[in-house]
């Protein structure tokens, strides 16, 4: 199994910077996929950002040029730094590791931005 936390929401005004992390443990091998995904009150869950292995990086056009995902191998943590943060950004941000054709999700850290 994968235990996936993530880590470093929190409110924050429109057009500040967060930091989320995401922390896999346990048996971590053949993980070739880490994405970031976000659910709104009332909507889907959209995807974000994800890294692959070996490192590939890819977005979601509304948050291009504003977050910027990034790994540290030695740590098993994946970064998800937000900037210039708009209140459309609000939510949950779930962490999804992806081990071969299983997918783990963490419990998800809530961004709450105010205007």
């Known amino acids: 199994q994968v235990q996936v936390v993530e880590s470093g929401g929190g409110l924050v005004q429109a057009g500040g910077s967060l930091r989320l992390s995401c922390a896999a443990s346990g048996s971590i091998f053949s993980i070739n996929f880490v994405g970031w995904y976000r659910q709104a009150p009332g909507k889907s869950r959209e995807f974000v950002a994800g890294i692959t292995s070996p490192v590939y990086t890819n977005y979601a056009e509304s948050v291009k040029g504003r977050f910027t995902i990034s790994r540290d191998n030695a740590e098993n943590t994946v970064y998800l730094q937000m900037n210039s943060l708009k209140r459309e950004d609000a939510g949950v941000y779930y962490c999804?590791?992806?081990?071969?054709?299983?997918?783990?999700w963490g419990q998800g850290t809530e961004v709450t931005v105010s205007s």
């Open positions: 999804v590791v992806q081990q071969s054709a299983r997918p783990w």
